[in-house]
């Protein structure tokens, strides 16, 4: 099957851009979530948890 794939993937010009694109595109989302987690402040995060308890 991989074969198949393999071949068709093969006929396309340009097509090692894609896999380090997509890398690219995944890592600075994580990263960028990673940032964004770290930098949420504190008392926020404690009035969001405490949101389910209140009602």
Known sequence: ?????QH????ISGV???PI?????CFSFFVGLFFWVFTYKKET???LSE???KD
């Open 51 to 53: 949101m389910p308890i």
């Open 1 to 5: 099957m991989l074969k198949f794939v």
């Open 45 to 47: 995060i404690d009035k």
């Open 8 to 11: 068709n993937l093969e006929t």
């Open 21 to 25: 694109i997509s890398l690219l595109i």
């Open 16 to 18: 090692a851009v894609y």
